[in-house]
């Protein structure tokens, strides 16, 4: 591998390190994660299926999505194969992922690994999730305390504890808020500039945190927003025939970004033992797009699935989409949002190295 500098190093060592020291060993002699269960929360870049069970055009439960995963079939991730969170979850010893919670598999001693309350469509401000009918993180919260009742019942009182505070909680979201809500609605966009919305986004986030903190949660990672203004969605959309990245958008993400970096600043000093930390994706999706040979790609304008230019649904991206490629791992998106399995392991790199602080 060709590392284009020392922080691009540094990450990688640091990557290594961390597989080094979060797996165990039991006197049986299997692997454990030091982690004992990852609960995700979240939008279409985490929920592995929830959709599948609500009323929404936004699902993924049907080929051509998961055609490179586990037995080559859907399950509600929008991907091709696995998401950076199951990456990051094979990262940590776990030998199976945590089930969607609307999923009957989220029941029993599957509890035990955490579970997964993500939506696609979903965002921070509650009317981005009542436009597509997804699950608005309020309620994903409840699924929460649902979740902890469950697994006192199925684990005991003192398991379920250790379970929820020695878990690592994952938030993935925002993406929505502004490519599927705050670009394409005019009145949103009289009502607050790009700064004042994202400002309006990371406050919710922060009471987001602090709630979960309020319920047990000590180990929390976010993600940072992506290049918005590089998704081929956007660049078709708001590109004007332009083949390049949509800069306004890419410092819309930018300053979201800087802002939820304070915010966490913030949190830390406010939440004691709390132990929260930023994974950045914005660079390391946004230097694969700048010169994706680099790193082994051929595409970086275009999804593998159907025309790669404007799906965002299952409307478009479906069993005979026209045009789906044969060779997914040469695209860095698998449809015009959502990154294909071969950028997810590049973004989970990023994610481990940066989640040294948590579950170190």
Known sequence: MNYKSLTDLISAVGAVILMMTIITIDHTGNSQALVPAIMTFGDSSVDVGNNNYIHTIFKANHPPYGRDFINRRPTGRFCNGKLATDLTADTLGFKTYPKAYLSPEASGKNLFIGANFASAGSGYDVK?????????????????????SKLRKVAGNKKAESIIKDGLYLVSSG????????????LLKLSYSPQQYSSYLVNIFYNFVKDLYG???RKIGVTSLPPLGCLPVTI?????????CVERMNNDAQD???QMKS???????????????????????YDLIRIPSDHGFAEARKGCCGTGTIETTSLLCHPKSVGTCRNATEYIFWDSV???QSTNQILAESLIAAGIELVG
């Open 236 to 244: 078709t959309l708001f590109g004007h025939h332009e083949e390049t």
């Open 338 to 340: 959502h990154p294909s």
């Open 215 to 217: 319920l047990g949660a």
């Open 263 to 285: 915010a966490v600043a913030s949190l830390k000093k406010e939440l004691r033992g709390l132990k929260i930390a930023v994974f950045d994706i914005y660079k390391p999706l």
């Open 256 to 258: 979201f970004n800087s």
């Open 128 to 148: 981005t999730s009542k436009l597509s009918h997804a699950i608005p993180l309020s309620q994903q919260l409840e699924y929460y305390k649902e979740y902890q």
């Open 175 to 186: 993406n929505s808020d502004f490519v599927q809500n705050y670009y394409v609605n005019p």
